[in-house]
Each structure stands twice: as structure tokens, then as C-alpha cells.
């Protein structure tokens, strides 16, 4: 028996939107910072932040509070598995408006946030990440019979060069 390829995922470029429910993702580029930024703290100071910077538009009619399952990231070595979260979701999640932290966003509300993930400072220091943009599908719960949002997949995904904003 042979096992089916999943086909390519439709790419997106830097600046470009990706359409789609239950959010509208702009991914606006790519940052390596270091500690010090007020509101985030790395759990090794030696480390570094990876950050990539996007602009999200929930689609849904109802506010979303799930924005660790809009982008994950790949081709960077030595992020840190924080054992709170599930796998390699964001440590942080800050509104690029006022530096808080981003719980929930409204219907129809473009915010632009900043997605952080700690690196190792033993890891190669990365020129380029993949970003892929997830989506959700509205269905019937098969545990409690109520409409939600389930089932993140990748919709996406695209290559962000990243500045290194350490020290600047």
C-alpha cells in the first residue's frame, strides 16, 4: 500500500494576506532580540527571542482566544520546549500597539502582534525561518454536541527572513 503525499501547502509571501477562517494572517516579518524587553523574560539570559511579526484578523463572528494556534515556526534550531505550554507554541504573544500581552481579539479588528519564541544561545543564530499559518474548522463537538472552532492545520506557509534586532 502507498501512502499518499499531502500536497504542497499554497506558499505566501511577506506582507501578502492569507484568507481564510477562523482569521486573516499577514505575516510582516521576522526579529531576533534579546532580553529586556518589558513584559518578556527569558528563562536563560544567554538566550535570544525569536519574533515573528504578523498582522491577524479574526474572521469568525465570535472574539478568539486561541492565538498560540495561528502560527507555528520551523528551520530554527535549539527553541525552547517551555514544559507549561503544548510543544512549541509561542512563550509570548504581545500586542505590537502598546507591548500587553494578547489574550483575546475581536471580530473584524486587525491588531499587529509579536509571536515570541526563546532560542537557545548554544543554537545557530538564524537567518530565515518557515512560518506556517494554521486554520480551523467550525464543527459539532463529538464530546459535548456544542459548534466550536477545531482541528488547527496548516493553510499556508511561507519563508521570513530574520533581522537581528540584538543590540540595537
Known sequence: MEHAE??????????EVSKGEP?????TGGRLVGDGL???HLDNPANRWVVVLAT????APESRDDMDEIIDVTGV?????????????????LSMRDGTPVRYLQPSMPE???????QESTAAVPTEM???INKKTYRVSTLDG????FDPEPRAELTVPIEDRRGK
Open 77 to 93: 534550531e535549539g527553541l525552547v520546549d517551555d514544559p507549561n505550554l503544548k510543544g512549541l507554541d509561542p512563550q509570548y504573544v
Open 112 to 118: 499587529k502582534l509579536a509571536f515570541f519564541w526563546e
Open 38 to 40: 518589558p513584559g518578556v
Open 146 to 149: 456544542h459548534k466550536a472552532w
Open 130 to 132: 518557515t512560518v506556517t
Open 23 to 27: 482569521w486573516n494572517v499577514t505575516v
Open 6 to 15: 499531502k500536497p504542497a501547502l499554497p506558499p505566501v509571501k511577506v506582507d
Open 56 to 59: 491577524i484578523e479574526v474572521t
